[in-house]
C-alpha cells in the first residue's frame, strides 16, 4: 500500500510539472509500458500460464473495454493535475478510498472494529487539520500579494 501511495504520489507531481497536455501524455506513458505489459504476458506464456485465452470471446472484449473505461479518467486526471495546486490533488487522492471504505461497511457489510474506525478518524482529522493549513497559507499569500501590489 506504501508502494502505491508514493507511486501514485510521484505520478501526480511529475503529470503536473511535465509541460504535456493529458492525451499526449497518456500515449506516451502507454508506449513507455507497452514493452513491459508485452514481456510479462510473454513470460507468462514461458510459464505455461495462458495470460489471454482468446477462445473466450467476452472476456476478450471486456479486457479491450477496461482500457477504453479507464482511459477517460486517465486523461481527466492528467489535465486536472496540471490545473490544481498539489495539496488539493492528494487531497482528492483520499476521496476513492474513503468511498470504498463507505461502500464496504454500509453496502456490503464489511465488519468494522474499533482499531478501523480510529485509523479512518485519525486520516481524516489530519487531513482536515492538513487542509486547514493550507488554505490559510494560501490566503495569507493572497493577502500579502496584494499588499505588495498596493
Known amino acids: 500500500s506504501l508502494v ?23 500515449f506516451v506513458e502507454t508506449v513507455l509500458l507497452f514493452p513491459i505489459a508485452m514481456g ?9 500460464v495462458d495470460a489471454l485465452i482468446l477462445d473466450d470471446i467476452p472476456v476478450l472484449i471486456a479486457l479491450a473495454g477496461t482500457g477504453i473505461v479507464t482511459a477517460l479518467p486517465l486523461i481527466c486526471f492528467s489535465s486536472a493535475a496540471r490545473r490544481l495546486p498539489l495539496f488539493m490533488l492528494g487531497l ?22 474499533q482499531a478501523k474506525l480510529l485509523g479512518f478518524v485519525m486520516i481524516w482529522i489530519a487531513l482536515v487539520v492538513f487542509t486547514f493549513d493550507s488554505w490559510r497559507n494560501a490566503r495569507n499569500a493572497r493577502k500579502a500579494q496584494q499588499q505588495a501590489t498596493v
Open 40 to 48: 510479462y504476458l510473454l513470460l507468462s506464456l514461458s510459464w505455461g
Open 92 to 113: 482528492m487522492q483520499y476521496i476513492a478510498p474513503s468511498i470504498h471504505f463507505l461502500m464496504a461497511v454500509y453496502v456490503w457489510g464489511e465488519p468494522l472494529d
Open 4 to 26: 502505491l501511495a508514493f507511486s501514485f504520489a510521484g505520478y501526480g507531481y511529475v503529470r503536473k510539472v511535465t509541460p504535456v497536455k493529458a492525451t499526449p501524455g497518456l
